[in-house]
Each structure stands twice: as C-alpha cells, then as structure tokens.
C-alpha cells in the first residue's frame, strides 16, 4: 500500500506534465485551425469579394445600354444583398474567429508554460575552460560585428548619395519661377497680336514676298482639323492654335520647324453649354478667341465658355467652365497672361444683369485669383497687360469704359467714359498712350498716368473721323494705321490724332494689321498679304498672295511668318532664321 | 477688439476658399412649404478625457508595484501575475495606445512644433518610467510595459543568442530611436507607432502587414526572449542607459554571490554577467593601443556620420508627404511620368500653385539637412562608443545582472541557493513570530 | 591604497553628477512640454475642406469597419430628387432599387418630403466611410455630404494609419473640445 502511493505521488508531476503537453498541442491544433479560418476570411474579404463587387458594377454596366428587364433588375438586387450580407457574415465571422484564436493561443501558451515549467532540467551549468579567453573571444566577436554593422550602414548611405538625387524640384525652384517674365515675352508671340498685344513684332527679318500657287517662300503647309478663326501664338520652336465644332473642342500645339502636328489636346464641351446650344454668328464661329501662354503653360477659350490649361506635353492641367456666355455675336475675347496666371475678359449680358467678370485664373490649378464685377454690356476686345512707368496696368475695353486694372489683385486704376456700342477692336498701347476705337465713330487717346474716372483729365485727343469695326489699329511710335474691314486705311499723327493720310485697299479684311521692320502688313480675307512703308505718306512695297482665306491675324517668329488660313496653317520663311531681334 | 476681426476674416477667407473649391450652393436649400422640419446633424462625442487620467494613475501604481515585487518582494510569479494585468489593461483593455514608446514622439513633436502641446497624461507616460528606471532599474520593462509582456508571455522555449549577434542587432534600436525622433520633429509621422508591431493584437484588429509582422515578432519569441525589447523598442534604448546609473537594481543573489554558476544561463534576455579573469598580459598591451585608436575613431565617426546624414537629406525628407508631393508634382509637370495619383489631384483640386509648394518643400529639405546631419552624428556616436565600451575591460568579482540589458523579469532569484536561503528563513521567521 | 579610494570617490561623484543631469534632463522636457500648457487631448479629424473622398478611409483604418463614415449637414443639402451622392452616375430610373444605388452598403435612406424635395439620411452602422457618396455630393451637389471621423468608434490611434495614407493631407490633429470639423452653414 505504503508502496504504491508513494509510486502516485512520483508519478503525479509526470502525469501534470503530460496533461500540460497535451493540452499544449490540442491548444496549439486549434490555433493552427483557428488561424487558417481568420487567414481564409480575410483572403474572402479581400480577394473574393470584391470580384463579386465588380461583376455587379459590370452587371449594372451591361443594363445601361438597354431597357431591363424585370428579370435583370431582380438579380442585380440579389447579388447586390448578396455581397452586403455576405460582409456582415465576413465581419461577424472575422471577430469570432479573432476570439477563438486568441483563446485557444492563451490556452496553448498557458499549458506550454506549465509544460515548460514541470519539466524544466535543474540548472546544470556549463564549464567553461578559460572564462578569461572567453570573455575576450566575445568582446572581440562583439567588436567586428558592430564594424561589420558600421561598414553595412556606410555602404547603404554611400550608395544612396552616390546615386541621383530624388528631389528633382529643388533644382527645378534654383532655376526661377514657373512663368516666362515680361523680358522674355517680348522676343516672342505669346498672345494675340503679339507682346503688347500691339501687332509689332521685334525681328527685322521678317519676309517680304512668297507666293501660295508655286509654293515660293512658304516653309511648310500644314491642316488644321478642327476650324477657328483664332491666330496661332508662338513660344520658341512650337505654334499654339486651336479649333471647334459643337461637339469637340481641340488645342493643336505644332513643331515651328517642320510643321508637324506634335500633341492635340481636347477640352470637354461643358454640358451646360451643350444644354445652352449656342450658336454664335458665322463670322465669329466657335473658336474665335486666341490661346495665349505663359511660357511654360498655353491657355484655351472658346465660345462655350470652356476654359483649359496644357502644358507643353500637351497633358491638360485643367479645364473648366466660366459659364455660358450671353454674346450677342459669339464670345471671341482673346486670352492674355500675367505671370503665372490667365486673364479672362467676361463681358457678356446687356449690362443689367451685371453678368460681365474679369478673371484671374491661376495657372496651375484653374483656381479663381481674383475677379472682378462690371457693369458692362458684351464686348469682343481682348485685354492686355502692358508696363507703363514701371507698374503693370491690365486695360481693357468696354461700353462705355476703357478699364485699368492692377494684374496683381484687380484693383481699378482708372477708367475712361469713351466707348459705346459694339467694341470690338482691342486697345494697344503706344507713344505713352492707350488707343481705343469705337467702331463706326471715333478713335481716342488717354493717358494712362491717371487714378479714378479720367474722362475729363487724361483723354490726350480723340479723332471723330470714323473707326474700324473689327481690325485692331497698328502703331509706329509716330503714326498710328487704322484699318477698316472694306479696305480704307486711315493713318493719324500719334501725337495729336491729326490725319495724315487715306488710302483704300478695296478689299475685305478681318485680320488686324501688323508691324515688323517698318513695314505695314496687311493680310485681306482672300488671303492676301499688302506690304506698304511705315511713314506719313502711303507707300505699297508689294503684294503676296497665300491662295487660301484667311480670317485670322497673323504671327510674327524669328524670321518666320505664320498665317492660318482657313483649313491650313502656313509657315513663311527660310528653313533656318538667321536675324536677331532689335 | 482685433480677435473678432481676424476671425470673421478667416470667416470669410473660408467661405470664399470653400465655395471655389466646392462649389457650394448650386442648389440653393430649399424654403419647405410643409412643416418638415431639418434634423440636426449629430456626431458622437469622444470618450471622456478621464480614462486618460486612470490610465496614468494606474501606470504609477503599477510601477510602484513593480518597484517592490522586484527588488523587496523578489517574487517572479507576483511579478509573471502584475505583468498579465498590465497585458490586460493597458494592453487589452485600453488598446495599447498612448504607450510610453511612442510618447517619445509626442515629446518630440512638443518641442518643435509650436502648434501642437502634449496632453498631460501622455507626458507622465513618457516621463514616469524614466524617472522610476532612474531610481529602480529597468522595472517598467519588467512588469508595466505591455508590449514587453506580451512577448514575455509567449516565450517557451528560450534559447542563447550569441553575444556578438546580440551587440550587432542592438543598433537597430538606436537607428530606429534617432529615425523616430527626427521623422517626429520633422512632422512627417510618427514612425514608431506606425509601426507598432503588437498594438494589431491588442485590438483584436489591424493591418495585415501589422498583424503579420507582430505574429512573426511573436512566433520568434517563443524561441528568442523578447526581441523587439532587445533588438528594437527605441524607448528601451532610453533605458538602458538611464538604468546603468539607477540607485537601485536587481541582483540576482539577495546578500552575496558564493560563485556557484548556477544561474548562469538562468537568463533568457543574456543580461547575467560572469565575474571576469585577468587578463594576459600581451592582451593588454593590444588593448590599449586599441582603446586610443578607438578614442581617435570617436570624433571622426561622428563628423563622418554627421556629414553622410547631411547628404541624404534628400532621402530623408521624402518620408516628408509634402516633399513627396512636390517631388510627385514637378514629375508630372514636366511630363516625366504618366498620369496623377490622387494626392497630385488632390493638390490641384485646393489651388495651392506648385512653386509655393516647391518653396515649402525645399525648405523641408533643408530642415531635414540639420536633422539628417544630427542623426548621423548620433548614429557615429553610437557605433563609436559601442566600440569603445567593448574595448574596456570591466572588473566583476560576481556573477551579477548587466544594469542596461536587465528587463528586471524576477526569473534568475530562484537559482540563487542564497534566495532559497533567504525565503526559508522568512519561513521560519513568520513561524516563529 | 588612498590613491585608489580617490579612484572610487572620483568615479562615484561622476556616477552621481551624470544621475543628477539625467533626473534635471527628464525634468527640464516635462517641464517644457507642461509649461506649453493646453490641457487638452488631441484627437485625429478630417478636414472635409482638403478631402478628395479617395476611399482609403475604408480600407486604411486599424478597425476592421472603418471609423470614418459619412456625415450629413442638412443645412447645406439641397434635398435634390435627384442625388449624386444617393444615385450612380448614370441610374437606370430614379427609384431607390439596388441598381440605381450609388452607396454599396446601402446606407443611405431616400424620404419623400414634398414635392420636389426628398430628405437623405446615413445610417452610421451601415456606412463603410468609402465616400463614393462625398465625391458624387461634391461633384454635382452642394457638398453637404462628407467624411468624418467618428469619435465613438475612433481608438485614437498616436500615428493614424488613415492619416499616413490620406492622399490630400486632409487628417489633422483637432483639440478634444472640437471634435468634429463639420461644414459650416452660416454662410447660407
């Protein structure tokens, strides 16, 4: 008896130890279980269900084009139950079997622990020979590690500042801001008519002579899809222009050089404007207003009221819509750029209904700058930005205002009482005056030196022999040419407004004239091309002829002339621009 | 009377911001003609502020706790059984968050962010077991720590990990301590708690990257005691070294050492040290030219360090999301990749102009040039005086616990034949009271 | 042997000045981070200003069902008939069948008010936070949809993972005593 209990009582730890292990493994087998149920359920979430989310969002898809059927729209709805029922199971599903696999892990460590501690070996500590040697052996052991830790981390960082640097912006801001300067501009054609927007172009080596039948003088000859009465702008080897039909909206961007169409970029017709089915007078058609660019982004606008940026990749950066326009013959402002940003002269309405905005957009994002509210009928002028006496002035025309604004935030400089009607030709700024036309009537100069309403103080002169319609005028710093659109050339004394001379070209124009190297050019809606002298007396240099309409104003480059005609852009001159500009 | 002003400014300025990037009001709300009447939109308050308050208090305890079970009471399972608690509680219960680990962060960002102040509770989290580590010894790690805990409690199977792996991976925990603290300072996130390899099981929920990595950390301590403690927790790095200096700590015999080796693998943290043999005398001449190379090495570890970290500062800055964006900006404005991500749609969306973001991004850089250049010369600092405190020989008469590796876990007092002595005598001492 | 007390005296008071600088250390931090004052907890919130309702919040949270979800300002809602944050994009008809559902937990409920008006409504518990709805109410309506990040749910998480992921940066840091950054409708 005495015998066996004591028998028991050696064997009671072992028989613990044993229950403890196999505790352990069942513990450690539901685990194992637990874990593959809480790993298979989220791979369900994860990679199952939305499989199932897709083929609804496909279903749903394939319903559109058609009428569906009650059948159709059941079993969308019971798959669409379906996969909701199905993620509130997964959920539960997922905390439940969290709970058990925490569970039968405490239970698995619990009886491991107590396994480990009933059958834990009494310490049997190691002889070591020569604890001295030992002890250095590690230390050393220890030393090179940490060196082979050093080494590691000096070849990671030398690698890394060895290789190129990621941070390709901080070059990028070392080499100024993102917007070409005024400087710049002026050795370009960024906008319509130029810098300035006075049609006087920098290069004296402009040519003089090419003929559209034979093809002399014209470099190259290119389609543009989509039609517009906008003029190309220039911004070193690439030309900018743009075209429309009621359903498409395009930016075409072509290599100076050979011609090549390089990107075309689409801006979506907004629906409002779908909706609004603007149908704008012929002569303007739909996309009358002329892009402009900041040197490293273009600007679009069209007769919607759809407004894009590209860059010069032709990746749209934005686009968005200004709203419809209310213009009596179609929207055709053009757009003009102050640094980073587009201006957008909005005049639209019949003035009551206070409609008419200048905008300030910035150009990266499309964001509104600044705008600001006008009391103004539409109008189809363009503004510009101009430098007078070292401060930028924003000046545009209105009925019955000629405006300056500051580009900087808006703020009104000042304004002139002079205009009525339709305006249309867009001011210039020369000899240190704003000329601004009233068509049909009178062309007057201000000086804009003054603040407030300047009606009475700053209006230098106004000659009331009659203003052109369309045709923006041209100056010389001695003369100013104004051209009406059936041909009659009216050349006034800068100073004073005195006329000077007349002169009928008996044709149609719709094209403003332009200025390089002394020379008038004139560009007829036939397509032809009048060269005469600049000065007080009329003097024809000669005739050119393209052999294709043109409507639109043309651009001036390096030794490059470039006319779009109506379905073609032209590109005259040498292959390679030798001039320099002025 | 200029406060309402600015703020009916900031009004307006966000009224203004609000409806360009919202549109808002293009259907203006309507004027109902029933007596419908608009429900209030409700949100759930937060929990109080209390628990926060509780949790610090509870920490106090415990670590007062802690402080007598190990070196008064030395007592493992009084201390195996505070630990399952905290595990419990701060762990469990309370989610693992605010932890004392990732307070260091808070801490960091406190300092150098004027527009954020640490809450009071997270600050006696961060403080709390520092001064205690100070006074005691590692004994946060010992019983408070949940993260500690959690590992402590999986260990089964403890094995040796060799002495010069174990001094190589402990510079993880140095670089990860100097990355946390710079990446805090910069604002660009908190990268310890980020990732918190536990705080997954303490929810019952997480990342799965989380979850598989926490399993793993655990999965590993079964067999290596506490890894991260040893090889990663930046906090731990704190410790080691404010232990080295503690007032008081633990020993491993309760009176004095009688040499009998048996605890000498008791250990599964590798802390106990034998006593140490003289060495020969060629050794030590090698030794000490060494130790003047490595004090030579010192300064320029440093400077080199400094210098490398100054370098890759633009590696650095891009765990910065704004630098990230700049960098993902000027890509796609110059054409040099595809398409835009949402962040770069985003930022086009809210009309900030790319050069203003280009400015804050340098600028960033250059913060992260300082921080970089700091944390290189930290990182020098560390391998250097490593290098060195290998390089010293130490005299130990003792078999006795490393004050900076000790986590204070109570488990060698019961190999001491003294500890065994010392609790028969307390035996009879409440017998014979 | 009184040189080598001198050793133990040296090192003891250079063990005890190193005690003192490291006790003063920890002492100076907390004082400085105290004396920044500021009582409060700071909790994580969305700025529905910056959010771009990207669909990481549902995917992104250490919750299992996010603790983001969909708030409603009534007063900016334009109680449309037809709601881009309710109905896909392109509905097959104008009823509240699954079909037609923009939402693909179903969380929204569609009430008739009168005529032409109908009151849209979360319910929380359905709501995944995915912001199909936001971005459809931003898009096309008047925004009065957006994201929010619910307190109750919220763990407070020291580094939200939502925040590391958020694309637009919209996750800041709010004081407890404002939790919510709800749009404003004064300006109505």
Redesign the interface.
């Known amino acids: 008896m005495a015998d066996l209990s004591q028998q028991t009582s050696a064997d009671e730890p072992r028989v613990a130890y044993q229950t403890a292990r196999t505790t352990a493994k069942v513990a450690g087998t539901f685990a194992i279980v637990f874990l593959a149920l809480f790993v298979s359920n989220?791979i369900g979430t994860?990679v199952i269900a939305p499989l199932r989310e897709n083929r609804l969002v496909e279903m749903k898809a394939e319903l559109r084009g058609g009428d569906p059927t009650e059948e159709q729209l059941a079993d969308i709805r019971q798959l669409d139950l379906q996969i909701r029922r199905n993620r509130m199971w997964r959920l539960d599903f997922?905390?439940k079997s969290?709970?058990a696999l925490?569970v039968s892990v405490v239970l698995f460590?619990v009886a491991?622990?107590l396994a480990?501690v009933l059958n834990e070996p009494p310490?049997?500590?190691?002889?070591i020979p020569?604890?001295?040697a030992e002890?250095?052996r590690?230390?050393r052991?220890?030393?090179?590690?940490?060196?082979?830790?050093?080494v590691t981390?000096?070849g990671v960082?030398?690698l890394?500042?060895t290789s190129a640097?990621?941070?390709?912006?901080?070059e990028?801001?070392e080499t100024g801001?993102?917007y070409a300067s005024m400087e710049e501009k002026r050795l370009q054609w960024h906008r319509f008519r130029g810098p300035d927007g006075g049609g006087v172009s920098v290069f004296t080596n402009i040519p003089t002579e090419w003929d559209g039948a034979t093809g002399k003088g014209i470099l190259w000859k290119t389609a543009v899809p989509l039609p517009g009465n906008n003029s190309p702008v220039i911004w070193n080897d690439r030309i900018f222009l743009c075209g429309a039909t009621e359903q498409k909206q395009e930016v075409y961007c072509y290599d100076a050089n050979a011609g090549r169409l390089l990107w075309t970029g689409d801006v979506p017709v907004s629906p409002a404007a779908t909706q609004a089915r603007i149908d704008p007078m012929e002569d303007t058609g739909r996309s009358a207003s002329t892009m402009a660019t900041d040197g490293k982004r273009v600007y679009a606008i069209f007769v919607t009221g759809d407004i894009a940026a590209f860059?010069f990749?032709g990746?749209r950066?934005?686009h968005k819509s200004l709203g419809v326009p209310e213009s009596a013959y179609g929207y055709a402002s053009s757009l003009e750029t102050y640094q980073?940003r587009v201006i957008v002269q909005y005049d639209q309405g019949d003035g009551s209904e206070d409609l008419s905005r200048l905008y300030a957009l910035?150009g990266?994002?499309?964001?509104?700058v600044w705008e600001v509210k006008r009391e103004v009928p539409n109008s189809w002028t363009s503004p510009i930005v101009v430098e007078i006496e070292g401060r930028p002035q924003l000046i545009t025309l209105t009925d019955p205002w000629a405006l300056a604004n500051d580009p900087a935030d808006g703020a009104e400089i000042w304004r002139a009482d002079c205009l009525g009607g339709d305006v249309a030709p867009s001011p210039i700024y020369a000899g240190g005056l704003v000329l601004a036309i009233e068509p049909y009537s009178h062309l007057v100069a201000i000086r804009p030196t003054g603040q407030g309403d300047v009606t009475e103080t700053h209006i230098a002169w106004t000659m009331d022999e009659g203003g052109p319609d369309i045709c923006c005028p041209v100056a010389d710093g001695q003369h100013v040419y104004l051209l009406e659109s059936h041909g009659l050339i009216l050349c006034c004394r800068l100073a004073d407004g005195e006329k000077v001379y007349e002169q009928d070209l008996r044709d149609n124009f719709t094209a403003s004239p332009s200025l390089a190297a002394g020379r008038l050019y004139f560009l007829s809606m036939d397509g032809v091309m009048t060269i005469a002298e600049a000065g007080p007396e009329y003097k024809e240099l000669g005739k050119s002829e393209l052999g294709e309409k043109c409507h639109a104003s043309p651009a001036f480059g390096n030794g490059r002339l470039y006319i779009r005609g109506l379905e073609n852009l032209y590109c005259i001159g040498e292959p390679v621009a030798g001039g320099r500009a002025d | 009377m200029v406060r309402p002003r600015l703020i009916l400014v900031a009004?307006a300025a966000?009224?203004v911001?609000?409806?360009?990037?919202?549109?808002?009001?293009?259907?203006?709300?309507?004027e109902?003609?029933?007596d419908?009447v608009?429900?209030?939109?409700t949100?759930?308050?937060?929990?109080q502020?209390l628990w926060?308050y509780v949790d610090a208090g509870v920490l106090a305890v415990t670590l007062v706790l802690a402080t007598v079970l190990i070196l008064r009471t030395r007592n493992r399972k009084l201390i195996f059984a505070l630990m399952l608690f905290c595990l419990a509680y701060f762990g469990f219960f309370r989610?693992g968050?605010?932890c004392p680990i990732?307070?260091v962060?808070?801490?960091t960002l406190?300092?150098f962010d004027p527009g954020?102040?640490?809450?009071?509770?997270v600050?006696v989290f961060?403080?709390l077991p520092?001064?205690f580590t100070?006074f005691f010894g590692r004994v946060f790690c010992g019983a408070v720590c949940p993260l500690g805990a959690i590992q402590d409690?999986?260990l089964?199977?403890p094995v040796r990990v060799?002495?010069?792996?174990?001094?190589?991976l402990r510079?993880i925990a140095y670089?990860y301590l100097g990355a946390g603290v710079l990446f805090a300072a910069m604002g660009a996130?908190?990268?310890i708690?980020?990732y918190d390899p536990f705080?997954?099981f303490f929810?019952?929920?997480?990342?799965?990257e989380?979850l598989v990595v926490g399993a793993c950390l655990l999965l590993i301590g079964m067999f290596v005691g506490r890894p991260y403690c040893r090889f990663l927790c930046p906090y731990g790095v704190i410790l080691r070294q404010?232990s080295r200096?503690s007032?008081w700590r633990v020993t491993i015999t309760p009176t004095d050492c009688i040499q009998c080796?048996?605890?000498?693998?008791?250990c599964p943290f590798g802390a106990i040290r034998?006593?140490?043999?003289?060495?020969?005398n060629k050794?030590y001449q090698v030794a000490r030219r060494r130790l003047a190379f490595l004090l030579v090495l010192l300064p320029v570890?440093i400077g080199?360090g400094g210098w490398?970290g100054y370098?890759?500062r633009?590696?650095l800055?891009?765990v910065h999301?704004?630098?990230r964006?700049?960098?993902r900006?000027?890509?796609?404005?110059?054409?040099?990749v595809e398409g835009t991500?949402?962040?770069s749609?985003?930022?086009?969306?809210?009309?900030?102009?790319?050069?203003e973001l280009?400015?804050a991004?340098?600028q960033l850089?250059d913060r992260f040039g300082i921080g970089g250049a700091l944390l290189g010369a930290f990182?020098g600092c560390v391998?250097g005086g490593?290098?060195l405190s290998?390089?010293v020989k130490r005299r130990r008469t003792d078999y006795e616990p490393d004050p900076a590796s000790c986590l204070a876990c109570g488990r060698c007092y019961r190999?001491c034949p003294k500890e065994h002595e010392r609790l028969k005598r307390g035996r009879e001492g409440l017998v014979r009271h | 042997m009184p040189q080598r007390n001198d050793d133990v005296t040296r090192r003891r008071l250079l063990?005890d000045g190193?005690?003192g600088a490291?006790?003063a250390g920890?002492g100076g931090?907390?004082g400085?981070?105290?004396h920044?004052?500021?009582?409060?907890?700071?909790?994580w919130q969305i700025d529905p200003?910056?959010c771009?309702a990207?669909g990481?919040c549902a995917t992104?949270c250490?919750?299992?069902e996010s603790a983001v979800k969909c708030?409603?300002?009534?007063?900016?809602?334009?109680?449309?008939e037809i709601c881009f944050g309710f109905f896909d994009p392109e509905p097959l008809a104008i009823n509240e069948g699954a079909e037609n559902q923009m939402c693909p937990t179903g969380a929204i409920e569609r009430k008739f008010?009168?005529e032409p008006?109908y009151?849209y409504?979360i319910s929380k518990s359905l709501c995944n936070g995915c912001g199909k709805c936001v971005k459809g109410c931003?898009a096309?309506?008047?925004?009065s949809l957006f994201l929010?990040v619910?307190?109750?749910?919220?763990?407070?998480?020291?580094?939200c993972?939502i925040a590391?992921a958020c694309?637009?940066?919209?996750f800041r840091?709010v004081p407890?005593d404002q939790?919510?950054l709800?749009?404003?409708v004064?300006?109505?």
């Open positions: 989220f994860s997922a905390h969290g709970y925490l460590l491991g622990k480990r310490p049997r500590p190691r002889s020569d604890v001295g002890q250095i590690e230390a052991g220890s030393r090179w590690t940490v060196v082979a830790g050093l981390l000096g960082a030398a890394l500042i640097a990621p941070l390709a912006f901080v990028a801001k801001p993102s860059d990749h990746r950066l934005w980073d910035d990266t994002s499309g964001r509104i | 009004l966000l009224l911001v609000g409806v360009a990037a919202l549109g808002l009001e293009r259907f203006p709300p309507p109902f003609e029933t419908y608009r429900p209030t939109t949100a759930p308050n937060p929990p502020g926060e989610n968050c605010v990732g307070a962060q808070n801490v406190t300092i954020y102040a640490i809450p009071l509770a600050l961060f403080a520092l001064v100070l409690a999986v089964i199977h060799p002495r010069w792996l174990e001094s190589g510079l670089l996130m908190f990268v708690c980020r705080v997954g929810r019952l929920s997480g990342n799965w989380m404010l200096l007032r080796h048996l605890c000498e693998d008791a034998k006593p140490t043999e003289p060495w020969p050794e570890l080199a490398a370098e890759l633009q590696w800055a891009m999301p704004e630098v964006l700049a960098q900006i000027y890509l796609e404005e110059n054409a040099l991500i949402d962040a749609d985003a930022f086009r969306a809210l009309g900030r102009s790319s050069d280009y400015a991004a340098t850089r990182v391998i490593k290098l290998l390089s190999y | 063990r190193l005690w490291c006790l920890i931090v907390a400085f981070a105290a920044k004052g500021q009582k409060v907890d700071w909790l200003y910056k771009i990207c990481n992104h250490v919750l299992e708030t409603h300002v009534y007063g900016i809602c334009g109680y449309c008010v009168e008006y009151e409504s931003n096309f309506g008047n925004g929010q619910q307190h109750d749910r919220c763990v407070n998480c020291n580094q993972a590391a694309p637009s940066q919209a840091r407890a939790p919510y709800l749009k404003s004064d300006h109505v």
